[in-house]
């Protein structure tokens, strides 16, 4: 039986991608490994440590015999920027560790880019698979030197790694935390709560985004691909959906009122240097990847399991 060990089991991605491989190979086949913020009621295998603790990694690996790894541990955005040197630690060492043991015992490994990569050199509109890749940020920073790093075990040791630049993701199950596109989610507890909501970046700021179910989908997608159909070993462009933030707050007000102010912080520095727009034909051709989710019916999900899960 495969064994998955996920670590940042309990974040942004992790809380919502570890119920799903649960469904997916049933609960005994998922180690979820947490760090903090873990809930009282999980249920299904789990562990406690950082990733930072390679003799703990390698103690996990064993005791399950882990044959896939999906590491999603990451400081973000904003929070990097509050600490750096914090932020290329957990970031880089947490993953040079990951792919040592990976290769020691031959496992195969998801790890998330990102946007981030991009930088203010990057072309903004329908920004391609290859291209510049110059961040102004150290999460970004993190996330080129993560992607050579794969792409060098893959050369280097026949690596089976796997990566997608994610866009901004949108969920109703995780709160807001620590990145630049975290406006996209806020906005809808804001407008439900009290119907109004102060946006750190201005009224024409457009950037990628993508619905959580589509996130996960394509992460599993991917993992389950034919590797011998794999071109990009670094980190493959994924897309969705883009919009400016009156357009979503345009999407909103046709389920629900909601004023929009506007008081750009650091944090718009960092959206203006990303993309508009990714052209992600390279994943479309090499493993099917597609999108379901558009911004009305993103919209509406939205809206409606916020207002359950805020009791609205």
């Known amino acids: 039986m495969s064994k998955i060990l ?38 299904g295998l789990l562990e406690k440590g950082d990733v930072r603790d390679a003799d703990l990694l390698e103690k996990i690996i064993q005791k399950y015999q882990i044959d896939a790894i999906y590491h999603l541990v990451s400081l973000l955005s904003a929070t990097g920027e509050q600490d750096p040197q914090l932020c290329w630690d957990v970031n880089m060492n947490g993953l040079k560790y990951i792919l040592d043991l990976a290769v020691k015992h031959k496992i195969k490994v998801f790890w998330p ?30 996330k080129v030197a993560g992607e050579n790093l794969c792409n060098y075990y893959h050369l280097k040791y026949g690596l089976d790694v796997r990566s997608v630049r994610y866009p ?47 996130a996960i989908k394509g992460t599993i ?46 944090r718009q520095k960092i959206a203006d240097s990303w993309p508009k727009s990714i052209d992600d034909s390279v994943a479309r051709q090499d493993w099917a990847w597609q999108h379901d989710y558009d911004l009305s019916k993103m919209t509406q999900i939205m809206i409606e399991k916020l207002k359950i899960k805020l009791q609205k």
Not at 121 to 135: C, G, M, S
Not at 184 to 199: D, L, N, S
Request: proline share 7%; with cysteine; charged share 20%.
């Open 221 to 266: 997608d991917l993992m389950e691909a034919d590797p011998s159909k794999l071109t990009v070993h670094n980190s493959y462009n994924l897309a969705a959906i883009s919009f400016s933030v009156t357009e979503l707050a345009m999407e909103i007000n046709k389920i629900l009122p909601v004023t929009v102010k506007y008081e750009p912080d650091h």
């Open 113 to 142: 880019s990102s946007i981030a990569a991009f930088g203010p050199t990057t072309p903004r509109d329908n920004t391609p698979q290859r291209t510049i890749l110059e961040p102004s940020t150290m999460y970004g920073v993190t």
């Open 6 to 43: 996920v670590t940042g089991a309990f974040g942004q991605i992790g809380s919502e991608l570890v119920p799903a491989l649960q469904a997916k190979f049933g609960k005994d086949s998922v180690v979820a490994l947490g760090n903090r913020n873990i809930p009282e009621a999980y249920d």
């Open 168 to 214: 901004g993701l949108i969920s109703w199950k995780a709160e807001p935390g620590g990145g630049t596109t975290d406006y996209a989610v806020a906005i809808f507890y804001e407008a439900i709560k009290t119907g109004q909501y102060t946006c750190f970046v201005n009224e024409e700021t457009v950037l990628p985004m993508m619905y959580m179910d589509d």
